[in-house]
């Protein structure tokens, strides 16, 4: 559902800059079920939808998609239609936040991505990751000593294919869709994203527009805890 505004969007609210990194064969659902809960939040998607009171408290969002590859090459997804990145490393804006989906399970950043990220981490007010994404971030060093959620069945298979070592210098959350330790929030499987867009609406916006985004998305966002699919780890030593 989506109408087009009636009026214009509010310029006198700063919009956030918020940077999406596309990794090669990224989890579609990763990207499109965060982006497009957080959109709904909008002053642009609201208008016509919610009253002018709540509408007026919407957020600006300016999205800013950006190539592991640091070039305007489509991206080719899990599934969906190839995704064009809209920038660069170089001509990225001061950002917000940034967006990391996942990929396979062992991918690795190019160079030039992980320095981006080392770099415009200590201007960012947050940083999300979703489904295996933490994974991916774990290798920047960024998560070294924090807590943090993956996907259950990835790092349960890093265990059974002797490939954990690399990922214990972070405290993995076995029984939680989403975790925030400091200015880095981080989902589990697939569909958490949605639930950690979620918590980060509740935090950060209206509670009227919260409402209202939930209602036009009919979303019942799920908390946390409890996590019904925390028995997929269930005796998988994480030391």
Known sequence: MHLLPSHPV???IKAIQFGVLLLKSYQFQDLVGPVDYLNTHTHSFLDGIAPPAIVSKAPNITWHYISEFNDFSPITASSGPPQIPTTTFNQTPTLDYLLIPGA???????V?????IQARFPELKGLLTVCVGSLHLS???LLDGKRAA???VALRLTVEQGQFQQF???????????VRDGKIWSSSGVTAGLDLAAEFARVNFDPEVNKAASEAFEYKANPARPDAFK?????VDLK
Do not use: Q, S
């Open 10 to 12: 509010n310029t006198t």
């Open 104 to 110: 396979d399970i062992y991918h690795t950043f190019p």
């Open 112 to 116: 030039e991505t992980t320095k981006f």
């Open 139 to 141: 290798r920047t060093g």
């Open 150 to 152: 993956t996907n259950k």
């Open 168 to 178: 214990r210098n972070v405290t993995w959350v076995k029984d939680a869709r989403f």
């Open 231 to 235: 028995y997929i780890l269930d005796g």
